[in-house]
Nanobody
Framework: QVQLVESGGGLVQPGGSLRLSCAAS????????MGWYRQAPGKQRELVAAISSGGSTNYADAVKGRFTISRDNAKNTVYLQMNSLKPEDTAVYYCKAERNSYVYWGQGTQVTVSS
């Protein structure tokens, strides 16, 4: 069982930055593929970025060059650095942990980009 707790969301102006954190319980965090997803009102949940156990990353086209995913296995934490934020980045952001058939989600953190 893995529990995920996101933090770092909030209200930011267009062009601003936020860093999301996702703290995971469990001793084998390093073996999980970690991802950040988001869901805007009236839309489906979508992948934002993911990072493998080995550190390989992939990003949605909409965030390439603006967002960076990273992980600190010593702290059981995955991060999402979000720069040059746009109003269309407004959503609830969720952390996901996946390994084999096991999938765990956090409760989500709201990010609102507005002037």
């Amino acid at each position: 069982q893995v529990q995920l707790v996101e933090s770092g969301g909030g209200l930011v102006q267009p062009g601003g930055s936020l860093r999301l954190s996702c703290a995971a319980s469990g001793s084998i965090f390093r073996l999980y593929v970690m991802g950040w997803y988001r869901q805007a009102p009236g839309k489906q949940r979508e992948l934002v970025a993911a990072i493998s156990s080995g550190g390989s990353t992939n990003y949605a086209d909409a965030v390439k060059g603006r967002f960076t995913i990273s992980r600190d296995n010593a702290k059981n934490t995955v991060y999402l650095q979000m720069n040059s934020l746009k109003p269309e980045d407004t959503a609830v952001y969720y952390c996901k942990a996946e390994r084999n058939s096991y999938v765990y989600w956090g409760q989500g953190t709201q990010v609102t980009v507005s002037s």
